[in-house]
DNA sequence: CATATGATGGACT
DNA sequence: GTCCATCATATGG
């Protein structure tokens, strides 16, 4: 099993500093961290593969485009939370990010899980393990991911958190905003 | 109450 | 890959 505590005595978690910048710049290094959520004594691990930024006003995408409504307003509130919204039946899991006084949130996109298979497939059973994470909604129904969990802080232990990896990861930019990651594995790492 | 939504799964070509 | 039914939540009237 994966020791939290391993987590924190190596400060890998990513601290508030980490989410206080521009958000396609915290969306472009997220890729390749360690999504760690804790299912009461199970522990779950993935990498974090698809990411996009989200901003303010000057971006029509955004939830957070026609100014602060309460369904949005995590996009303002302190970076390093949870940010969880629904679209049809699906959770969708955000990180905030932005710069001080700003606005703004990464979308999670992708994951690859590595930790706790048995435990996500119990989740969300599929057939394929390549459907296990890969999808905004997918990944939260396999980490057990909803409402609950909006706001959360994901800078200290907690059910949730994000910490760093060691190895090395490749970065596609697609269309803008959406970036892509690439885990190259140990024999890449650097 | 009506409508919109940053999606998914399955069927299909 | 495309098309389409699905049906949870939030918002606006």
């Known amino acids: 099993m994966l020791p939290i505590e391993d987590l924190q005595a190596s400060g890998r978690i990513l601290n ?16 390749g961290k360690r999504l760690v959520r804790r299912l009461g004594e199970n ?22 485009s026609k100014g602060l ?22 959770w969708m899991f955000n990180v905030v990010a932005h710069e001080p ?23 969300r059973p599929v057939k394929s393990v390549r459907d296990l994470t ?17 706001g959360a802080d994901l800078t200290e232990e907690g059910e949730i958190l994000i910490a760093d990896n060691p190895l090395r990861v490749d970065v596609e930019t697609s269309t803008g905003l959406e970036l892509e990651g690439t885990w190259r594995g140990s024999s890449d790492s650097s």
């Open 16 to 31: 508030r500093g980490f989410y206080s910048r521009d958000p396609s710049l915290v969306a472009r290094e997220l890729l």
């Open 101 to 123: 006084g700003g606005v703004g949130a990464i979308l999670v996109r992708a994951l690859e899980p590595i930790l706790g298979l048995d435990i996500m497939m119990r989740n």
């Open 134 to 150: 890969r999808g905004p909604g997918r990944l939260t129904e396999a980490l057990s991911i909803c409402k609950r969990l909006n």
């Open 43 to 64: 522990l779950l691990c993935s990498l974090i593969v698809e990411v996009e930024a989200y901003y303010g006003a000057e971006d029509p995408a955004s939830r957070a």
């Open 69 to 90: 409504k309460r369904f949005n307003r995590m996009m303002w509130m302190e970076p390093g939370r949870a940010y969880i919204y629904n679209v049809h039946r699906h």
